[in-house]
């Protein structure tokens, strides 16, 4: 059985740091783009960061660069999201996804696999 499974979410204040991580279990992902989406109340789920399959491509919303990493682990079969320097407004579910393409992309309906999420709450 294919599974993503997040951890790491919490309750924060504005200015701390979080780093969520998604393990993949059930088949190799070690090949697969793997990214991460959040989706906050009454909003669409939107992209956040986005890997490939050898972590040497990335890709970053315009409103998270420069404070969230996106990585992956050396058995290519985890992914992890460093998030700093946190706001309110990134408040949301945090939901990891696997691509079975190579390269990443912003586009929700591209991703095979998908997490069940974990909350990230920003207090101001």
């Known amino acids: 059985q294919v599974r993503l499974k997040e951890v790491g979410g919490g309750l924060v204040q504005a200015g701390d740091s979080l780093r969520l991580s998604c393990a993949a279990s059930g088949r190799t992902f070690s090949n697969y783009a793997m990214a991460w989406f959040r989706q906050a109340p009454g909003k669409e789920r939107d992209f956040v960061a986005a890997?490939?399959?050898?972590?040497?491509?990335?890709d970053y919303a315009r409103s998270v660069k420069g404070r969230f990493t996106i990585s992956r682990g050396d058995a290519r079969n985890t992914v992890y999201l460093q998030m700093n320097s946190l706001k309110p407004e990134d408040t949301a579910v945090y939901y990891c996804?696997?691509?079975?393409?190579?390269?990443?992309?912003?586009?929700?309906?591209?991703?095979?696999?998908w997490g069940q999420g974990t909350q990230v709450t920003v207090s101001s």
């Open positions: 996804a696997a691509d079975q393409l190579a390269e990443p992309t912003t586009t929700a309906d591209q991703y095979d696999y």
């Open positions: 890997i490939s399959w050898n972590g040497g491509k990335t």
